[in-house]
């Protein structure tokens, strides 16, 4: 199953998608866009840790289109 959050905000060029998801990592400075780099790490490595994946279609000046994706779990489990 895979559960999207879209916004319409700037985007991001292809080759910087995959660097949204490192600690501390950010595209733009502090005085552009507030927050730490870490939001989009932790929620990466905690959907991992659930057996997960996580990813995102964007295009510059498009928005973007973030995902998670959970393994599907034994329905019978308590």
Do not use: C
């Not at 559960?3 to 949204?20: C, F, P």
């Not at 994946?53 to 510059?60: I, K, N």
């Amino acid at each position: 199953m895979r559960l999207w959050v879209e916004d319409n905000g700037i985007g991001i060029a292809s080759q910087h998608q995959e660097r949204i998801f490192r600690t501390f990592e950010r595209l733009h400075g502090i005085e552009s866009y507030p927050g730490t780099g870490i939001g989009l790490a932790i929620i990466k490595r905690g959907i991992e840790r659930m057996g997960g994946r996580v990813g995102v279609e964007s295009q510059l000046g498009q928005g973007s289109r973030f995902w998670i994706e959970l393994p599907q779990g034994d329905s019978n489990s308590e």
